[in-house]
């Protein structure tokens, strides 16, 4: 167990020890960029605080039977666990740990005491919506081992804001399957500090850079509180083509030892932050991260007498894929006000008010989100609005980050939205033109073939990388990553999220009905990545999934479901249920979808692919011919007989590693009691997938895999190694594969040349 590590031990591959923050900072570092020193107390201390604390107990307590939509309740148990964490004292070899790399980082600076910013950095790589920005804190201007301390464990502490129980509950994620780091980096004084798009967030140009700046700390512009200036440059000619002078009504200093928002002296609010010199030096360096990277970044920067920092950069999740639809209105309309288009898009709604975080109950399905800015703990609100609008903030505030993550149009910087505009009038809202016009206008959309050409954004690879996808609904969000097609699509989310059995389905509305079920979903992932392969996996719910649905009450009490009655097994029981999906298949097929794969769960012998053929055969869906057909290789079995498997009859075959290793080194993967023994990379683990991926190799099969360890760089060198075809990662995942990915891929090909020689 290691507490503490400094920025020169980390890549960006080491998300698992330092976060994402830690491990980007960690690869800026190495690379020469220029970074303030900074050490990490890691995702292994904060584990090793919450075990040795006995907090995990009080934390499960209080976050039990949490309503995560009731907004009070939501905050009352935020408080509560954070204040539980705050209130224990650090374990004394954590606590030295801390102090002793503290001094450390002081003595490089040649100070006795520095002051330093300490930052949040969670390891949320499996959370479906790790890339939202504003999860976790930081605490500027840190000075002295108390204050150090403190900051360390409320960042710890932090993982626990409302919107983060949000999140994992209402994704069903558990609240310890992700840690926290902190890292502890020497502060930087700004006189200008801002953000930095490597690609214009808002139209998609990849020549072009934005960079947003203020005066004073870069607070204000990450928060939002502060509007900044835009300054936008071409990246091929190095030229400056629109600057937005803002005014800064306000600025963040460091005064006394203490972070403070000031009035911005008289003769600064209305002038430029960075000079034409300033403006072309950052975006070089934008420039250099970009190519180092080789994807499009989202940078934190800051100046401190002329000299420029670098202070965090991770990549722009938000940019679309080749097929984008333009929405324009149909007539002229009453402008109430203009802003900054943050995120675009045209919609309608009643406008609600918020001026305080309790008031976000008011904001219903569809209606106009309208205040001063938005925070984290407003993201449940967020995704009911239709639109929102602020008086304050620039391209990269808070609400201009969530917005184009969530798709919803959003004007920021208007300076008066929550006083122009009245409670319960409708308003329709023009998130590109910046624009809150009167009453509702019809929109138009049209769509647009566009050809991106950027050198940077796309890094060819012979492996496919694929993403995972669990539920329809962030089937864009997925296709937007450039994702070569879909690895995963899993049915149970699709029946989950009716809230009602699908027997008793079948039963009370008829086949149809169910069909109908199966087939919207999949039409939505289908549609989203077209003409690219979406591969369908057939039911795999075990049983404590479908008890709690309408109609589950008949579900057989397991006393271990993960090796109950689930999978194929279920599936060829309850035929009636899998001859609908693939009657949905088969509906699809036939209004022109020609991009759908299928596989089955949980297999274990070849009587199993024989069995479904049959079935698939009586619907009229011919596998093999009609559409691909694969399997899932999830239990020791499967991977054991992997040739009378390809010998049955496949197209592919996908190893599913999360219940490939519960099955292989017995561990139960929801047991927390064994948790930390649950290893993807077990050698016994990584033996019988490379197994399969060789066999199938020899065998002309296609191979891929779809569990967790397809989004650990570690495991996916050596899956290219043996020779796998694809690699279906999590959605957040899909840019940090691809390009371990090509490396390895280049380093197979130079190793290769120098044998030859």
Same mark, same amino acid.
């Given at each position: 167990?290691?507490?503490?590590?400094?920025?020169?031990?980390?890549?960006?591959? %080491?998300?698992?020890?330092? @976060?994402?923050?830690?491990?980007?900072?960690?690869?800026?570092?190495?690379?020469?960029?220029?970074?303030?020193?900074?050490?990490?107390?890691? !995702?292994?201390?904060?584990?090793?605080?919450?075990?040795?604390?006995?907090?995990?107990?009080?934390?499960?307590?209080?976050?039990?039977?949490?309503?995560?939509?009731? /907004?009070?309740?939501?905050?009352?148990?935020?408080?509560?666990?954070?204040?539980?964490?705050?209130?224990?004292?650090?374990?004394?070899?954590?606590?030295?740990?801390?102090?002793?790399?503290?001094?450390?980082?002081?003595?490089?600076?040649?100070?006795?005491?520095?002051?330093?910013?300490?930052?949040?950095?969670?390891?949320?790589?499996?959370?479906?919506?790790?890339?939202?920005?504003?999860?976790?804190?930081?605490?500027?201007?840190?000075?002295?081992?108390?204050? *150090?301390?403190?900051?360390?464990?409320?960042?710890?502490?932090?993982?626990?804001?409302?919107?983060?129980?949000? &999140?994992?509950?209402?994704?069903?994620?558990?609240?310890? =399957?992700?840690?926290?780091?902190?890292?502890?980096?020497?502060?930087?004084?700004?006189?200008?500090?801002?953000?930095?798009?490597?690609?214009?967030?808002?139209?998609?140009?990849?020549?072009?850079?934005?960079?947003?700046?203020?005066?004073?700390? @870069?607070?204000?512009?990450?928060?939002?509180?502060?509007?900044?200036?835009?300054?936008?440059?071409?990246?091929?000619?190095?030229?400056? *083509?629109?600057?937005?002078?803002?005014?800064?009504?306000?600025?963040?200093?460091?005064?006394?030892?203490?972070?403070?928002?000031?009035?911005?002296?008289?003769?600064?609010?209305?002038? =430029?932050?960075?000079?034409?010199?300033?403006?072309?030096?950052?975006?070089?360096?934008?420039?250099?991260?970009?190519?180092? &990277?080789?994807?499009?970044?989202?940078?934190?920067?800051?100046?401190?007498?002329?000299?420029?920092?670098?202070?965090?950069?991770?990549?722009?999740?938000?940019?679309?894929?080749?097929?984008?639809?333009?929405?324009?209105?149909?007539?002229?309309?009453?402008?109430?006000?203009?802003?900054?288009?943050?995120?675009?898009?045209?919609?309608?709604?009643?406008?609600?008010?918020?001026?305080?975080?309790?008031?976000?109950?008011?904001?219903?399905?569809?209606?106009?989100?309208?205040?001063?800015?938005?925070?984290?703990?407003?993201?449940?609100?967020?995704?009911?609005?239709?639109?929102?609008?602020?008086?304050?903030? @620039?391209?990269?505030?808070?609400?201009?980050?969530?917005?184009?993550?969530?798709?919803?149009?959003?004007?920021?910087?208007?300076?008066?939205?929550?006083?122009?505009?009245?409670?319960?009038?409708?308003?329709? *809202? %023009?998130?590109?033109?910046?624009?809150? &016009?009167?009453?509702?206008?019809?929109?138009?959309?049209?769509?647009?073939?566009?050809?991106?050409?950027?050198?940077?954004?796309?890094?060819?690879?012979?492996?496919?990388?694929?993403?995972?996808?669990?539920?329809?609904?962030?089937?864009?969000?997925?296709?937007?990553?450039?994702?070569?097609?879909?690895?995963?699509?899993?049915?149970?989310?699709?029946?989950?999220?009716?809230?009602?059995?699908?027997?008793?389905?079948?039963?009370?509305?008829?086949?149809?009905?169910?069909?109908?079920?199966?087939?919207?979903?999949?039409?939505?992932?289908?549609?989203?990545?077209?003409?690219?392969? *979406?591969?369908?996996?057939?039911?795999?719910?075990?049983?404590?999934?479908?008890? @709690?649905?309408?109609?589950?009450?008949?579900?057989?009490?397991?006393?271990?479901?993960?090796?109950?009655?689930?999978?194929?097994?279920?599936?060829?029981?309850?035929?009636?249920?899998?001859?609908?999906?693939?009657?949905?298949?088969?509906?699809?097929?036939?209004?022109?979808?020609?991009?759908?794969?299928?596989?089955?769960?949980?297999?274990?012998?070849?009587?199993?692919?024989?069995?479904?053929?049959?079935?698939?055969?009586?619907?009229?869906?011919?596998?093999?011919?009609?559409?691909?057909?694969?399997?899932?290789?999830?239990?020791?079995?499967?991977?054991?007989?992997?040739?009378?498997?390809?010998?049955?009859?496949?197209?592919?075959?996908?190893?599913?590693?999360?219940?490939?290793?519960? &099955?292989?080194?017995?561990?139960?993967?929801?047991?927390?009691?064994? !948790?930390?023994?649950?290893?993807?990379?077990?050698?016994?683990?990584?033996?019988?997938?490379?197994?399969?991926?060789?066999?199938?190799?020899?065998?002309?099969?296609? /191979? !891929?895999?779809?569990? =967790?360890?397809?989004?650990?760089?570690?495991?996916?060198?050596?899956?290219?190694?043996?020779?796998?075809?694809?690699?279906?990662?999590?959605?957040?995942?899909?840019?940090?594969?691809?390009?371990?990915?090509?490396?390895?891929?280049?380093?197979?090909?130079?190793?290769?040349?120098?044998?030859?020689?």
């Amino acid at each position: 167990m290691k507490l503490i590590t400094w920025l020169k031990d980390l890549r960006n591959e %080491d998300v698992d020890i330092a @976060g994402g923050k830690g491990a980007s900072l960690g690869e800026m570092w190495n690379a020469k960029l220029p970074v303030p020193p900074a050490f990490v107390v890691t !995702s292994d201390a904060y584990k090793y605080f919450i075990e040795e604390t006995k907090l995990k107990d009080e934390i499960k307590r209080v976050l039990s039977n949490i309503d995560v939509n009731n /907004t009070e309740e939501l905050i009352s148990a935020s408080k509560e666990v954070r204040g539980a964490i705050e209130k224990v004292k650090l374990p004394d070899d954590l606590k030295i740990s801390v102090i002793e790399a503290y001094n450390t980082l002081c003595e490089m600076g040649g100070e006795e005491e520095s002051f330093v910013a300490v930052r949040s950095s969670a390891t949320a790589e499996d959370l479906p919506d790790a890339s939202f920005a504003g999860q976790q804190e930081t605490f500027l201007n840190m000075k002295g081992n108390e204050q *150090v301390l403190k900051a360390v464990q409320e960042c710890f502490s932090s993982l626990f804001t409302p919107r983060a129980i949000f &999140y994992r509950e209402e994704k069903g994620f558990d609240h310890f =399957q992700v840690a926290l780091a902190a890292v502890v980096q020497k502060m930087i004084n700004a006189d200008q500090a801002g953000v930095m798009f490597t690609v214009n967030p808002i139209n998609h140009d990849y020549n072009q850079m934005v960079i947003e700046g203020a005066w004073g700390l @870069g607070e204000g512009v990450v928060s939002g509180t502060v509007s900044p200036d835009t300054y936008i440059i071409e990246k091929n000619t190095e030229k400056i *083509v629109d600057i937005n002078v803002a005014r800064k009504n306000t600025m963040f200093i460091k005064e006394d030892g203490v972070t403070k928002e000031v009035e911005t002296p008289e003769d600064l609010k209305e002038k =430029q932050v960075l000079t034409e010199e300033l403006i072309l030096n950052l975006q070089k360096v934008g420039k250099t991260i970009e190519n180092h &990277y080789k994807m499009p970044m989202d940078i934190e920067w800051a100046i401190k007498n002329g000299e420029i920092y670098m202070l965090q950069a991770r990549p722009i999740t938000t940019l679309g894929g080749k097929k984008e639809v333009k929405q324009s209105l149909d007539q002229d309309g009453k402008i109430l006000l203009k802003g900054i288009g943050a995120s675009p898009g045209i919609d309608f709604g009643k406008v609600k008010i918020i001026s305080e975080i309790e008031q976000i109950g008011k904001i219903l399905e569809g209606d106009v989100l309208v205040t001063k800015m938005t925070t984290p703990d407003m993201v449940p609100a967020m995704k009911r609005a239709s639109a929102i609008v602020t008086d304050d903030g @620039g391209l990269t505030c808070h609400a201009a980050i969530i917005s184009r993550e969530l798709g919803t149009p959003c004007v920021v910087g208007t300076k008066e939205a929550t006083k122009v505009l009245k409670d319960n009038s409708c308003v329709t *809202v %023009d998130g590109e033109k910046g624009m809150v &016009y009167d009453g509702k206008i019809g929109k138009k959309e049209e769509n647009i073939q566009t050809q991106v050409i950027y050198a940077g954004s796309q890094v060819i690879t012979a492996t496919e990388i694929k993403a995972n996808v669990s539920m329809p609904e962030v089937a864009e969000r997925a296709a937007a990553t450039g994702a070569d097609g879909v690895g995963l699509l899993r049915a149970e989310h699709m029946i989950l999220g009716t809230g009602v059995h699908p027997g008793k389905i079948l039963k009370d509305k008829g086949e149809d009905a169910l069909i109908e079920v199966f087939s919207e979903g999949i039409r939505k992932v289908a549609d989203a990545f077209y003409p690219r392969p *979406v591969t369908y996996r057939t039911l795999d719910a075990p049983t404590d999934e479908f008890v @709690g649905l309408k109609g589950g009450e008949d579900e057989p009490h397991e006393h271990n479901p993960m090796m109950g009655w689930r999978g194929i097994r279920r599936g060829l029981d309850q035929p009636e249920i899998l001859k609908c999906e693939l009657k949905a298949i088969k509906k699809l097929r036939e209004e022109g979808y020609r991009n759908i794969n299928v596989m089955i769960p949980l297999v274990t012998n070849v009587d199993e692919i024989r069995k479904v053929k049959e079935i698939s055969n009586e619907v009229g869906l011919k596998l093999m011919q009609d559409v691909e057909f694969g399997v899932m290789i999830e239990t020791p079995a499967a991977a054991l007989i992997i040739d009378e498997i390809i010998k049955e009859g496949i197209d592919f075959a996908s190893l599913g590693t999360n219940d490939l290793t519960q &099955y292989t080194i017995a561990i139960d993967r929801n047991n927390e009691n064994v !948790s930390k023994y649950y290893l993807e990379n077990h050698p016994a683990v990584m033996k019988l997938i490379e197994l399969v991926i060789t066999s199938c190799k020899s065998a002309g099969v296609k /191979t !891929s895999i779809c569990g =967790q360890a397809g989004s650990r760089p570690q495991i996916v060198e050596k899956l290219v190694e043996w020779g796998i075809t694809s690699i279906s990662a999590n959605i957040d995942a899909v840019e940090t594969i691809r390009n371990v990915v090509a490396r390895t891929e280049q380093k197979i090909i130079l190793e290769a040349i120098r044998k030859q020689k």
